[in-house]
């Protein structure tokens, strides 16, 4: 495999990865770069719905749960436990070493922390369509991260396309007319607080992933086990973590 020699500003040689380095993109560790770029996003895509319909599915199956409503935060540290025990063995599997600051990793944990939280949380005054009807328009706001945080110019086209999406999977959501959506205001403030972490979090992300040349297993790794550290104190505070861990051992499957 061919690579190339580069002297760097302090005199010293490095070794630069070749194109074909480069250019290697792995789904589960398998490498899917000898597809085209137009097959590689329909694979990528189709690997999402398989795992976010299940995922969605037992979401709202968990809430249906008598009594497990306010629990959505212990939910969320539970989630982020096993995506921390995940990247975990990922960057061991890819040998990954830790490129962004570890300063900038408490922000990101922080802000991946109210993404998620925020939104667990609203599901246990929002029934599940309305919150995905909410979750629906998080491309909106995430566009407007982009334009604030990385300073990207988004064509006219591309506001059209994503209004349009947005709109086609709430008219989606609501044609089920057997269930209506039901709109509390603690519940929506809280959803609202999803959106706005959101539009911050995936910017914020990308934006030190070029920085820093840092990979998805790093970034899952850290921004997760330090989202994971902040609400394990808190909930253990509150006593949250205790009445969770009771009422999951007590509840009946």
């Known amino acids: 495999m061919e690579a190339k020699i580069n002297?760097?500003?302090s005199g010293n040689t490095e070794l630069l990865p070749s194109k074909k380095?480069?250019?290697s993109r792995k789904l589960l560790w398998v490498d899917i770069s000898h597809f085209s770029e137009l097959w590689q996003f329909l694979i990528c895509s189709l690997v999402v719905f398989i795992f976010f319909i299940p995922y969605g599915y037992l979401q709202e199956a968990i809430f249906a749960i008598k009594g497990f409503?306010?629990?959505?935060?212990?939910?969320?540290?539970?989630?982020?436990f096993n995506y921390s025990i995940f990247g975990l063995i990922e960057s061991q599997f890819n040998n990954t070493q830790r490129r962004i600051p570890l300063v900038l990793?408490?922000?990101?944990?922080?802000?991946?922390?109210?993404?998620?939280?925020?939104?667990?949380?609203?599901?246990?005054?929002?029934?599940?369509p309305t919150q995905v009807i909410f979750k629906c328009c998080k491309l909106i706001p995430v566009m407007i991260g982009g334009i604030l945080v990385q300073q990207k110019v988004y064509k006219a086209?591309?506001?059209?396309?994503?209004?349009?999406?947005?709109?086609g999977l709430i008219l989606f959501t609501l044609a089920d007319n057997k269930v209506s959506p039901d709109f509390n205001l603690i519940g929506i403030i809280?959803?609202?607080?999803?959106?706005?972490?959101?539009?911050?979090?995936?910017?914020?992300?990308?934006k030190m992933m070029k920085k820093h040349s840092a990979s998805n297993a790093e970034i899952v790794l850290y921004s997760y086990f330090v989202g994971f550290v902040?609400?394990?104190?808190?909930?253990?505070?509150?006593?949250?973590?205790?009445?969770?861990?009771e009422f999951c051992i007590q509840v009946e499957i």
């Not at 409503?69 to 982020?80: A, C, D, E, I, N």
């Not at 109210?114 to 599940?128: E, K, Q, R, T, V």
């Not at 086209?157 to 709109?167: G, N, P």
């Not at 609400?231 to 006593?239: A, D, N, P, R, Y």
């Open 69 to 80: 409503k306010p629990f959505g935060w212990y939910l969320t540290l539970v989630q982020f």
């Open 21 to 23: 380095e480069e250019s």
């Open 7 to 9: 002297i760097n500003d």
């Open 190 to 206: 809280l959803i609202s607080s999803a959106l706005f972490c959101d539009a911050l979090i995936g910017n914020f992300q990308e």
């Open 157 to 167: 086209i591309d506001i059209v396309a994503a209004s349009c999406m947005c709109a």
């Open 105 to 128: 990793y408490l922000l990101l944990g922080l802000i991946l922390l109210g993404s998620m939280g925020f939104s667990n949380a609203s599901l246990g005054y929002l029934n599940y």
């Open 230 to 245: 902040y609400l394990l104190f808190i909930l253990l505070i509150s006593g949250q973590l205790r009445d969770g861990t």
